[in-house]
């Protein structure tokens, strides 16, 4: 009767850890250049607070100053980039403060980039999933992201389309 028990006992608890790991996957992200920039760490440790993003839930990830939203997976930051040039080829949203460049070349995939701020954050989005909107519109996000300081800004700001195979108007 005990080795019975026993049993039942070790295979409640495999059955236990089983559940667990599959409950709390982590996101494989590739860590940026200058993820170890220690303003990196500011806008990680201000976002850690955000249980929540765009209605997605917050995931672990596994690089330094990288942050995951969504089961699956339709939210990742990374922070470390470098600061990118200025650009015509690429629209450029302000919202919340932080202006981005908008990049839908693998739509419906989003690589919203900040612009004008050094190391800069890049936000890889599936947008059938999330509004670029909710996204960048987050004020924690913005907060995080206003930690690094400003160079430069958008020269002529548009609205983030909801549609991101549609140009702005």
Do not use: F
């Amino acid at each position: 009767m005990t080795v019975r028990r026993a049993l039942v006992s070790l295979g409640s608890a495999i059955a236990l850890v089983a559940g667990l790991t599959a409950c709390s996957s982590t996101v494989h992200v590739e860590p940026a250049e200058q993820a170890d920039d220690p303003v990196c760490a500011e806008v990680t440790v201000a976002m850690r607070g955000l249980e929540s993003l765009a209605g997605q839930d917050k995931r672990w990830t596994d690089a330094q100053a990288s942050l995951a939203w969504g089961d699956p997976t339709a939210i990742i930051l990374r922070c470390g980039l470098p600061e990118p040039a200025p650009t015509s080829e690429l629209q450029c949203v302000t919202m919340q403060g932080v202006d981005w460049l908008v990049d839908n070349a693998d739509a419906p995939m989003l690589r919203l980039t900040s612009y004008g701020r050094s190391p800069a954050v890049q936000i890889y989005m599936d947008s059938e999933v999330v509004s670029g909107n909710d996204v960048i519109g987050s004020v924690t996000l913005a907060n995080a992201v206003s930690k690094i300081p400003s160079t430069g800004a958008c020269t002529a700001p548009d609205e983030l389309p909801d549609d991101p195979e549609q140009p702005a108007a």
